[in-house]
């Protein structure tokens, strides 16, 4: 598998550590409850299709990254740096 | 037996080398297998199972029978293909799987008693009784199977792994993938052309086919030194391409030539990871063999391979060859026969419309039926409308059609496709995103066929990469058409065999559908079919088709296995090159190494790094004595410790308060500059991830320091926080743990030592506890922290790396006059469990803030990481196990890590377990042992007696739950 880099280019996957879902991006307020932070860290969807998804390019530039792929035919479409992302969402 | 007719061999460079310890001889370009077939060698080994005589069978990495052991000693390699190796002077080779001989085999014995062996032999036998299993049927199965075997010795030969990349992948160098090099090498493209033949040319080399009215393999080689001229093309021989994997991504196992692998130094092989945007399979077809009685036997091999052998290697296997098969290529090879002058005393082909020019006894419409001659193939029985026939003959050429190599596509769980009209399975367009296929590897079997396909293929890489393609003729080849007529399995009594490395025969592929193993997969695992070195690229579409006729189905439905990879057998050697001994794991020194290793220390593994243990001195014989020295010099006078390996992370900007507040859960935007402070970090779960000291440098300038094994995870959970949950913030951080050498300098005389080497001296007012700043070491900028891990008045003093090694010399060297030294990790454990400091022996990933006793370092006034989760029932209270410090009182005075505590009068099982010791060691200050653990309640449970019991070393004591801070509590040293 490869991903593309925004930073660096296609790169290999072992130069990438793995985190989760890309909701581990939107960190509730602390005081937002028992159930928003149990979703937040612990509940997470098993899609078969797209997702997206975390990945830290540790072994390369130190991006985190917000990977899309799809879980069946393992093809990956794009990659985003997790701070444009949440800058975006901001 | 060789042929007076040229070849593709060097007849003026002759080889000697020995098989079975006997001397032969071959020439430049020959395989083993071709060099012993030249010294008509024909019983090459022995079967899996029945220990039957088998000789040469292919000319390719598909053969089953000629596995054979390479080398002498630790260097021996065993079950590698005589086929693909390549002769070299002093070759020494040893058939398998016999014993004492090839000749006299005593196993052979299995042959007689083949009725009781079939199908399920193992799953029915071995059952009963079950105490039996591990005493007398694993051990007997385990010595009888098994093919060849490892020296035992490590191997010293050298591995290598390697990585490529480029714009297309093209598999097989035949002339589909010639000519598909071609047009996109013309192009421009970055083109690999790989092929696991030692040259390019493919089935070019083995026949007697014109391309562009000269021979194929010249041909061959003009258009490869064409492609060997373009500065974008690689040409990779001897390389077999084994594994499609996402991505684009192809693994590939590239064994170097002898002459090269015997060069100091050099690898046998490479394994290749291939980054390619786009791939052509190029792979060919593979023939598949004809079930008849006894037709395993010496001297019956494939049609295709004895061509090669008589047209590229100039040998023949026999003297008087008759030649079986379905298609025209029996035709081809009794004339390829003919035309190198081998006598061919018939041609039977199976179908029964067929006819010939050639001047050959012809059978049309007949079936060989059974093989004769124990040793080697003698005659043959051949069924005809009128009868049997006995013909006398000493090879047997069969061919039942061609098998697309269509393993790759089916890598990423792709399916074929079943084509009638080729008998045979055909991939599927789009399998595996990015490759095409061309040539015999998608059912085109003609040259022309082949040539046009490497052509189409790379026209619309070109066109989908947006390259324009360059005019490129096709050759001019001959386009027979393929007529097959589907031949699995001749009827008949005896065994026929499906798999020779196997040995699984058409009656055990039968006895599985009749015991209900009706599924591929099934009577694949039941009858062990496809499952040796291999995996089936003999057997495979011939035993299922056996399959879906004894299951009255037909062969789509019936399926085939899953194609995996590696297509060939991929050594781990190769797979895992550079990844043993000290190659294992990178290395990390410390600017203090080369010293400690001058004076003794024995360095132990700390993460990568390497650190000092203790520093022996003349006199002491164990560890202790010289762990209890350092651990006094350290509380009376002063001790010196590489802290290097601490992870330091320089952190800078405006919003470096506020970032570190968010990471920590206590406060550093109030810390004062030219101050450090202990901190404690969190994972967002509220369990504690890292704890230690954060140095303010300046206003919006901190330095920060991680324990030694938790650096990476903590630089790496940074980034996420910055990155991913705050990137608005104005801050930058980078590692620079091996940018400054760091010592901590410990004990009542610390300052006294300091003040020596220290431009500008300092004392209590300048540099109280917990103070940092800037100093001057002997001209050297440096910085000074006045932080504690021993308890004692102590100081950490960095110098950029490049000064570790003269700093800390000189450190050791005045310290000794001050009646101190060098400690090691020994001592400063020691020394931190007197004081009740943690490490990752405590906050080992369970552990929260309340149990570390540092709940009240949870600041209230903001938000930290962690802080939300770590406020969860469950997470703090008279439930948790808390940390406690432990003192021996019973007669037992040993006290160890990983002992489990229980209530005095408990019985020490699981139900009744009330923590666990995490640190434990023996203090010279207090003169016994001491530890560090966690106690439910332990917090109120202080003077209670209790009970540890240490399963696994058989230890058991009594000891007093106390504070864990055994020493100095009030912390007046470290302050003084």
Redesign the interface.
Known sequence: MRIPCPICGSRDIREFDYMGHAQALDRPDPGAGAQAWDDYLHNRDNPAGPTRDLWFHGMGCGAWLVVERDTVSHEVTGATLARDVKGGAA | MRLDKPGQIDRTQPLSFTFDGREYSGFAGDTLASALIASNVRVVGRSFKYHRPRGVFTAGSEEPNALVTIGQGAAAEPNLRATTSELCEGLVARSQNRWPSLDYDLLALNDLFAPFLGAGFYYKTFMWPAKLWERLYEPFIRRAAGLGALSGAPNADHYEKA?AHCDLLVIGAGPAGLMAALAAGRAGLDVILADEDVRTGGRLNAERIEVDGRPGADWAETVTDELRGMGNVRIMTRTTVTGA?????YGALERLSPEVAARTGAPRECFW?I?TRRAILAAGALERPVAFRNNDRPGVMMAGALRAYVNRWAVSPGKTVTVFGNTDDAHRTAADLLAAGVHVAALIDARPEAGTDLPVRFYAGAQVVNAHGRGGLEAISIATLSGIDKVQTDCLAMSGGWNPTLHLTCH?NGRPDWSPALAAFVSRDGAV?GLLTAGACRGDFSTHGCLAGGLAAAKAVLKDLGKRARATDLPVAEDAPYRISPLWAVPGKGRAWLDFQNDVTVKDVKLAATENYSSVEHMKRYTTQGMAPDQGKNSNVNALAVLADATGRGIPETGTTTYRPPYVPVPIAALGAGAQGAGFAPQRFTTSHDLSVEMGAPMVEAGLWYRPGWFPREGEKTWRQSCDREVGMVREAVGVCDVSTLGKIDVQGPDAPAFLDLLYTNMFSTLKVGRARYGLMLR??GHVMDDGTTARLGAHHYLMTTTTAAA?QVM?HM??VH???A??MDVSFISVTEQWAQFAVAGPKSRDLLNGILDDPVDGDSFPFMACGAVSVMGVAGRLFRISFSGEHAYEVAVPARYGDSLFRLLVDRAGELGGGAYGMEALNVLRIEKGFITHAEIHGRTTAFDIGMERMVSAKK?CIG???AA?PGLSGPDREQLVGLVPTGAVKKLTAGAHLFDAGAEAVRKNDQGYITSAAFSPTLGHFMALGFLKDGRARHGEEIRMVDHVRQIEARCRVVDPVFFDPEGGRARG
């Open positions: 990585y994997y996402d991505g684009g991504t990871r980054a990423m995103p967002e779960d990476g790496k980034e996420f990155q991913c949950l990137p608005q938000d802080k939300a989760m969860r």
